[in-house]
């Protein structure tokens, strides 16, 4: 079931958005708290995307998005009245697929929750390649093979950099380039932003595959990945 829960203290809020996108056509539901959070996850449906406020009465959300991440596929969106550069980027560090600010409209907010929706539903059937030479980026479930054939689950946001940078028909992607891919309407994307992204990349890849990550700075230019890749 591709059920959505909305994390958030203030009732009236979570409510609004829970009711929006009830109408919406989505299953939705509500909690207020990070312990409430933690018994959905292990429950009988988690949800597959969560749209997640950072300042909880028990918990931080950056602190439960590094959680999740850590043991689940589900998109998310990670909705704050925190607005400057410094929490985007820990945000997206953190595991965060989206990160958007409390005064974005509630349709926008339903548009980033479906396109995490038909990435994240059926992620689970995906069948691995047969062993071979280099990596293999995924382009339908978002995953990333390594050439031992092992499987890592990427954010939105990391397959959007992964998927500029190995289909760049350049040496090096430009940072410039890939800062526009990964913009989102409304929230500032800049290089801070970007080397977050590629650091928390790297130490996925790392700690997935036990090999380096094969994706190298080039000063002053961008990034470009150093091993054979393909796209499917």
């Known amino acids: 079931m591709n059920r959505v829960l909305v994390v958030e203290d203030e009732d ?3 409510m609004d958005i829970v009711d929006y996108l009830r109408l919406a056509g989505l299953t939705a539901d509500g909690v207020g708290t990070a312990a409430a959070l933690r018994a959905e996850m292990e429950g009988d449906t988690p949800p597959r995307a969560i749209v997640l406020d950072v300042g909880l009465p028990d918990g931080s959300g950056f602190d439960l998005a590094t959680e999740i991440r ?5 998109g998310i969106v990670m909705l704050t009245g925190l607005v400057e550069s410094e929490h985007r980027i820990r945000g997206f560090d953190s595991g965060a697929d989206v990160y958007l600010v409390k005064d974005t409209p509630l349709r926008e907010i339903e548009a980033c929750v479906r ?5 994240t539903g059926d992620t689970a059937t995906t069948a691995a390649p047969e062993n071979g030479q280099g990596w ?15 499987a890592l689950r990427l954010t939105a946001t990391e397959f959007s950099f992964l ?3 190995c289909g760049s028909t350049e040496p090096v992607a430009r940072r410039e380039d890939l800062v526009v891919r990964l913009a ?4 500032q994307f800049d290089n801070r932003h970007l080397d977050a992204v590629v650091s928390r990349l790297r130490r996925k890849i790392g700690g997935g595959t036990g090999r380096e990550a094969p994706i190298r700075s080039v000063y002053g230019v961008g990034y470009t990945f150093t091993e054979p890749v393909r796209i499917r």
């Not at 479930?141 to 031992?148: A, G, H």
């Not at 989102?184 to 929230?187: E, G, I, L, S, Y």
Request: aromatic share 6%; hydrophobic share 40%; net charge positive.
């Open 136 to 150: 293999i980026l995924d382009s339908q479930e978002w995953v990333l093979f390594d050439p031992d054939r092992n």
């Open 184 to 187: 989102r309407p409304r929230v």
């Open 115 to 119: 396109a995490l929706l038909r990435r």
């Open 163 to 165: 998927n500029a940078l």
């Open 12 to 14: 009236r809020l979570r």
């Open 70 to 74: 850590a043991r689940h596929s589900c």
